[in-house]
């Protein structure tokens, strides 16, 4: 089998070009873009991180802790994780709540958790990488259950950045 690089290079250098400056140009086009992209998702915006505890009491079946999200501002989240265990007959949801402006609606981000069974309980861990964006007044994570009989704590972290709008 021909080799359809090589062929094109010795192609354009018939026509007068060195195959030298070729691949030179499609180095800098090639890497130029990708390195520019590189650096700016790199330093674009402000590091952000904020914990999150959320105490459910015996009868509540669901709560949501607000993020504040400075005016002028967009968060990215790119990673949330928490903790917490309950009574083994209980089920859970967790959820990351968020809204873009002008729309004043929250959509509802799932979060997958991981469910481990020990002596009675279950031990909830969650650890997602994730895309969102939160315009201000901010986000929320909600934690909903289906019995509502004990007291619980789950403990999240927020992370992302906070970029001008």
Request: proline share 4%; aromatic share 10%.
């Amino acid at each position: 089998m021909k080799n359809y690089h090589s062929a094109n290079l010795k192609l354009i250098a018939r026509r007068g070009v060195s195959a030298g400056v070729v691949i030179a140009a499609i180095f800098a086009f090639a890497i130029q873009p990708m390195a520019a992209f590189a650096a700016a998702a790199d330093t674009e915006g402000t590091p952000y991180q904020v914990a999150v505890v959320i105490n459910l009491n015996p009868g509540e079946n669901a709560r949501n802790t607000d993020i504040r999200v400075p005016t002028g501002k967009l968060l990215v989240v790119e990673h949330v994780s928490g903790i917490g265990y309950a009574q083994a007959d209980q089920l859970y949801e967790f959820m990351l709540m968020t809204r873009i402006a002008p729309d004043s609606i929250s959509r509802s981000h799932y979060l997958n958790a991981d469910r481990d069974e020990r002596n009675g309980l279950i031990y909830y861990t969650i650890s997602q990488p994730i895309t969102v964006y939160a315009d201000a007044p901010g986000a929320s994570v909600r934690v909903s259950r289906n019995n509502a009989y004990d007291a619980v704590t789950f403990r999240f972290t927020v992370s992302g950045r906070l970029i001008d709008k």
